[in-house]
Every structure is written in C-alpha cells, then in structure tokens.
C-alpha cells in the first residue's frame, strides 16, 4: 500500500540556521509533490510544488528538491525564524486532484 | 486576500445525530474537497467535487456522509448518523483547476466532537 513518511520527531533549531524536512514514499509514482505548512487548530495552508521533471524549486527562503529514484523530497527552511515553527505537510497528487498527506513533521525554531 | 470559510469552527453532537458541516470556497473555484484530520494523525482525503458530482471519494466516505453544493457559494458535507470516531476536524478545500497539479486552499476546519 502507499506509505509516505515524515519524521515524527520534532525538529528543533535555532534562529538563523537551515531547517531540512525529509519526505519518503513508497509503492507511489506521484507527478507532483506538495509541501504545506499547518499551524495548529488551523487548516493546510500551500507553500510550494515540485514536479516529477524537476529537482528543485526555490520559493524566497524556502527550496524544495524531489528525487524519483529515491523517492524522496527534501524541504529547506534557510534563515530560519521563530516565526517559521509549525508543522509541515508533505503532501502527493498522481493522476488524480487529491492530495495524500504525510503525517508532518514539526518544526519549532528557537533564539 | 480570498480564502476558504467554515462554520462553525466548532461542532459538538451526540452519537446517532445528523450534522452538516458548511463551507463557503472561493468564489472562482470550481472544484472542492472535503478533508478529516483525526486529532494527532494525518489529513486524510474524503472526497472531491466538481460540475455537481463527486469526483473521486475515499473509502472513508461511506453512505453515511453526503455532499451537495445547494446554491452557487455554499458546499456542505452531511454526516447522517454521528459515530463517535468521526470526531476530528473537518477542511473544506477549493481549487481552481483540477488534476495533479492544482494548488488547493483550505479553510480554518470544523472541529466536530461526538458525544
């Protein structure tokens, strides 16, 4: 079946450094992969999206990368802010509009 | 900014009753999603919509729920019978396009609590 793995862990860091958020998948050929931000009580909200065709894309002080033959995604927060704590979806789309979400992973950003 | 609107932000009922959960998309969206996120776990897809009819439902979307767009602005997902594991929140999506590629926009969420 689909699995898509983020580190349940959360991933503390201090202020100023880069945050890396890993996403796995497998038994998966998605098209294009999603990563979204969630504050808690509060619903998704886009940040970036990558396809299947490109490595990296790059959105201000965030950057994605997505390898198909590793079936992974990584997701870069440079310069980070307290501001920037939340928790952040790795979400995939095939053919199909909707979205599998990854559990999250959260980051809290510290002084 | 246009963003996606639910009511209410929270919702409690007791196991057996019909709730209806609202939802007001973006006004040139045409496609929309109803989503659950079980408290702890991950957002989970139930079903999309478009040209009124669903799209694609998860097998979590059982003869229970129901969804209807019954005017031009408003999207509902309707739970018939509340168990007590439908408990969670509940997000409205809407898009503009369809397919792999659309960027969807999710509303605040419905907390629904079953008693």
């Known amino acids: 079946s689909q699995k898509i793995e983020q580190n349940s862990e959360a991933l503390n860091i201090q202020e100023g450094k880069t945050a890396t958020l890993t996403c796995n998948y497998t038994n998966y050929s998605p098209a294009y992969l999603q990563w979204y931000r969630q504050d808690p009580g509060r619903g998704p909200v886009f940040l970036l999206l990558?396809?299947?065709?490109?490595k990296e894309k790059r959105k201000e002080r965030l950057k994605v990368t997505f390898d198909t033959t590793l079936k992974q995604s990584l997701f870069h927060i440079t310069a980070s802010q307290p501001a920037d704590s939340a928790t952040y979806l790795c979400?995939?789309?095939?053919?199909?509009?909707?979205?599998?979400f990854g559990t999250g992973t959260r980051l809290q950003v510290t002084l | 900014e246009p963003e996606v609107t639910q009511t209410p932000s929270h919702q409690v009922t007791q196991m057996g009753q019909e709730v209806i959960l609202r939802c007001v998309p973006i006004s040139n969206h045409l496609y929309f999603y109803w989503y659950r996120q079980i408290l702890g776990q991950k957002v989970e897809f139930l079903v999309s919509?478009?040209?009124?009819?669903?799209?694609?439902k998860s097998e979590i979307f059982d003869d229970q729920f129901s969804v209807e767009r019954p005017d031009g602005s408003n999207f509902t997902l309707k739970i018939r019978s509340t168990k007590l594991e439908d408990s969670a929140m509940y997000f409205c999506?809407?898009?503009?396009?369809?397919?792999?590629?659309?960027?969807?926009?999710f509303g605040a969420g419905t907390r629904l609590s079953v008693l």
């Open positions: 979400a995939l789309a095939g053919t199909a509009s909707k979205l599998t």
């Open positions: 990558i396809r299947e065709n490109e």
């Open positions: 999506a809407s898009s503009e396009e369809g397919g792999p590629s659309n960027i969807q926009y």
């Open positions: 919509f478009y040209n009124n009819e669903i799209s694609e």
